[in-house]
């Protein structure tokens, strides 16, 4: 057998090849989607198209045999993870590998010696490349395809990072529910009983204040999320570099923005599922995928809708009116895509598996797992 060579992407034409190699990998997954590749170039690419770069440092490897690739890796150490998590821990991410240990292996170890190098002293993945991107390694779903800014993997990857001496650390679950019908009875009650609150209003974002509105919502994101597992805050860069990138696919009534007593205090992202928009284009946008998109972009339909990111206030977490707030906004956005979307299906997620709230709440709806996506870890 042929020796197996890892060497970092340092050219454009190594970047290609580290962007094209799912598609050698995933031809026979029929749940694959193929990304689009300028979303994973400017993923990868420095500061110039990432913001994630202001604060973190990646490196890329390219694994060879026989003169073909067959696996890619990434290592990064975030200076806000090193903050907000802990002082001596870096990432590894973007894996992909043929079903071969001495290939999975090789990435791994290159990966760990850069990391070592930089004084980390545990290494955690897959983070493509942070928590905000694509975390987590697929261990259960794998019968249907991921919805929009979701992963999907191939089933023999868990072995090979296992094999590795890695333990899973934390499961991060998507839930699915049927949106078709209302929710069950006690939902109902329960924003019937959240509409006569004279002091509770959920309103959709005015996309005339985009900026305004996407910066109130990372901001209550910000304060949400703190204490979860893993959380690094969005820099004002990232606040408004994820707000450029989302706005095409934003639709109003899809967002909801809880206010108490005139105060913004939670929020609700929906989003029409953009992979059953983009599957067909096969990663390319040109010749025609660009007009093709836009054209579908206009009044998307779609089967399944995405809630990617929900949040109250840590001021009113615990308290009943954050309750109120959750059923009435998922409510609300059920009628909205359902009406006017064509969605039958509502994905959640992801949820940590310790999120005792929003679990309680995906219960109530009659919601079930339908993805797990785990993250490793293996000190160095």
């Given at each position: 057998?042929?020796?197996?060579?890892?060497?970092p992407v340092l050219t454009g034409q190594d970047q290609a090849r580290f962007i094209d190699l799912p598609w050698t990998l995933y031809r026979d997954d029929p749940h694959w989607v193929p990304?689009?590749?300028?979303?994973?170039?400017?993923?990868?690419?420095?500061?110039?198209?990432?913001?994630?770069?202001?604060?973190?440092?990646?490196?890329?490897?390219?694994?060879?045999?026989?003169?073909?690739?067959?696996?890619?890796?990434?290592?990064?150490?975030?200076?806000?993870?090193?903050?907000?998590?802990?002082?001596?821990?870096?990432?590894?991410?973007?894996?992909?590998?043929?079903?071969?240990?001495?290939?999975?292996?090789?990435?791994?170890?290159?990966?760990?010696?850069?990391?070592?190098?930089?004084?980390?002293?545990?290494?955690?993945?897959?983070?493509?490349?942070?928590?905000?991107?694509?975390?987590?390694?697929?261990?259960?779903?794998?019968?249907?395809?991921?919805?929009?800014?979701?992963?999907?993997?191939?089933?023999?990857?868990?072995?090979?990072?296992?094999?590795?001496?890695?333990?899973?650390?934390?499961?991060?679950?998507?839930?699915?529910?049927?949106?078709?019908?209302?929710?069950?009875?006690?939902?109902?009650?329960?924003?019937?009983?959240?509409?006569?609150?004279?002091?509770?209003?959920?309103?959709?974002?005015?996309?005339?204040?985009?900026?305004?509105?996407?910066?109130?919502?990372?901001?209550?994101?910000?304060?949400?999320?703190?204490?979860?597992?893993?959380?690094?805050?969005?820099?004002?860069?990232?606040?408004?570099?994820?707000?450029k990138k989302l706005k095409s696919i934003v639709f109003e009534k899809l967002i909801r923005v809880a206010e108490y007593d005139g105060v913004p205090v939670g929020f609700m992202i929906a989003?029409?599922?953009?992979?059953?928009?983009?599957?067909?284009?096969?990663?390319?946008?040109?010749?025609?995928?660009?007009?093709?998109?836009?054209?579908?972009?206009?009044?998307?339909?779609?089967?399944?809708?995405?809630?990617?990111?929900?949040?109250?206030?840590?001021?009113?977490?615990?308290?009943?009116?954050?309750?109120?707030?959750?059923?009435?906004?998922?409510?609300?956005?059920?009628?909205?895509?359902?009406?006017?979307?064509g969605g039958e299906e509502g994905e959640i997620g992801w949820i940590l598996d310790d999120n005792g709230p929003m679990r309680s709440i995906a219960d109530v709806i009659e919601s079930r797992?339908?993805?797990?996506?785990?993250?490793?870890?293996?000190?160095?």
């Open positions: 057998m042929s020796a197996i060579t890892i060497r990304p689009l590749k300028s979303e994973v170039k400017g993923l990868i690419g420095g500061l110039k198209t990432n913001p994630w770069f202001e604060h973190a440092e990646a490196a890329f490897w390219l694994a060879e045999q026989g003169g073909r690739v067959v696996g890619r890796i990434s290592a990064q150490v975030d200076q806000l993870v090193l903050t907000h998590v802990a002082p001596d821990l870096g990432h590894w991410g973007m894996f992909e590998s043929i079903d071969d240990q001495a290939v999975a292996d090789a990435l791994l170890d290159t990966a760990e010696d850069w990391l070592r190098a930089k004084g980390m002293a545990r290494a955690q993945g897959p983070f493509s490349l942070s928590i905000w991107d694509e975390p987590g390694l697929l261990v259960q779903g794998f019968d249907g395809p991921p919805s929009v800014m979701m992963g999907h993997h191939l089933p023999y990857y868990e072995r090979l990072v296992t094999a590795r001496g890695y333990a899973g650390v934390k499961d991060m679950h998507c839930w699915s529910v049927s949106i078709l019908k209302p929710f069950p009875e006690i939902v109902e009650r329960i924003v019937a009983f959240s509409e006569r609150n004279p002091r509770l209003v959920t309103r959709p974002v005015d996309k005339s204040r985009f900026d305004e509105e996407a910066a109130l919502i990372m901001d209550i994101l910000n304060d949400a999320w703190a204490d979860n597992w893993g959380f690094v805050p969005l820099t004002p860069l990232e606040i408004g570099f994820i707000g989003l029409p599922d953009f992979n059953e928009l983009t599957r067909d284009l096969n990663g390319s946008l040109f010749p025609f995928g660009w007009a093709k998109l836009l054209w579908r972009l206009r009044k998307p339909q779609v089967r399944r809708i995405r809630v990617p990111l929900m949040g109250i206030r840590k001021s009113l977490q615990g308290h009943r009116v954050a309750s109120l707030m959750a059923f009435q906004m998922i409510e609300y956005i059920r009628r909205e895509a359902v009406e006017n979307f797992v339908t993805r797990t996506y785990r993250v490793f870890e293996r000190a160095l």
